[in-house]
């Protein structure tokens, strides 16, 4: 016997995918934020290296190492997310981070090497990087979390909180150490 459809519906439950998820315009949302910052993230891979390499800081390199990581971390994360909803996982290119990677090429350019100064404005340009990284990973889980897309929620939340965990990183660098050196130099 033939199962209904509702019936295949129920019995795939268990993992969301494209096929029974509902078509919302929410979800069309979802997915088109979704690759977008699948994007960012994937553009990161060239941006952190770049200002690890400008950096003369120790300490910031070091932050700037270890967000590599996280951020190669994350990029598993949204593929499983692809995965689950049954799609390919696709990077959208966001003129946001094109944007910011310009101003961060243009500290670099605009401040001597190995300098206080120059530390300080690959701060501001990676800050500005992981505010727009908790901005879409904070609303993605929440969109999640309306769309009822618990496994993604949970994904998404680790990524916001190690973007945020980053961001304080970066904060205390700065007061602690960073501005105080530029200030005299």
């Given at each position: 016997m033939e199962k209904t459809i509702d019936q295949q519906k129920s019995d795939s439950q268990d993992i969301p995918d494209s096929q029974n998820m509902p078509d919302s315009h929410l979800r069309g949302l979802f997915m088109d934020e979704l690759k977008e910052l699948y994007g960012a993230e994937k553009h990161q891979l060239h941006v952190l290296p770049l200002l690890k390499k400008a950096a003369s800081s120790q300490k910031l390199q070091n932050v700037l190492a270890s967000h590599l990581d996280d951020t190669r971390e994350q990029i598993r994360r949204l593929e499983a997310v692809f995965q689950k909803m049954g799609v390919e996982a696709e990077a959208r290119?966001?003129?946001?981070?094109?944007?910011?990677?310009?101003?961060?090429?243009?500290?670099?350019?605009?401040?001597?090497?190995?300098?206080?100064?120059?530390?300080?404005?690959?701060?501001?340009?990676?800050?500005?990087?992981?505010?727009?990284?908790?901005?879409?990973?904070?609303?993605?889980?929440?969109h999640a979390r309306t769309l009822e897309f618990d496994d993604f929620e949970e994904a998404l939340e680790t990524s916001l909180m190690e973007e945020k965990d980053a961001d304080d990183l970066l904060t205390a660098l700065a007061e602690n150490y960073i501005n105080d050196e530029a200030k005299g130099e």
């Amino acid at each position: 016997m033939e199962k209904t459809i509702d019936q295949q519906k129920s019995d795939s439950q268990d993992i969301p995918d494209s096929q029974n998820m509902p078509d919302s315009h929410l979800r069309g949302l979802f997915m088109d934020e979704l690759k977008e910052l699948y994007g960012a993230e994937k553009h990161q891979l060239h941006v952190l290296p770049l200002l690890k390499k400008a950096a003369s800081s120790q300490k910031l390199q070091n932050v700037l190492a270890s967000h590599l990581d996280d951020t190669r971390e994350q990029i598993r994360r949204l593929e499983a997310v692809f995965q689950k909803m049954g799609v390919e996982a696709e990077a959208r290119t966001s003129e946001a981070i094109l944007g910011i990677t310009r101003e961060a090429e243009n500290v670099i350019a605009g401040t001597q090497r190995e300098t206080a100064t120059r530390d300080a404005g690959i701060i501001v340009a990676t800050q500005k990087l992981e505010h727009y990284e908790i901005t879409s990973y904070g609303s993605l889980a929440q969109h999640a979390r309306t769309l009822e897309f618990d496994d993604f929620e949970e994904a998404l939340e680790t990524s916001l909180m190690e973007e945020k965990d980053a961001d304080d990183l970066l904060t205390a660098l700065a007061e602690n150490y960073i501005n105080d050196e530029a200030k005299g130099e």
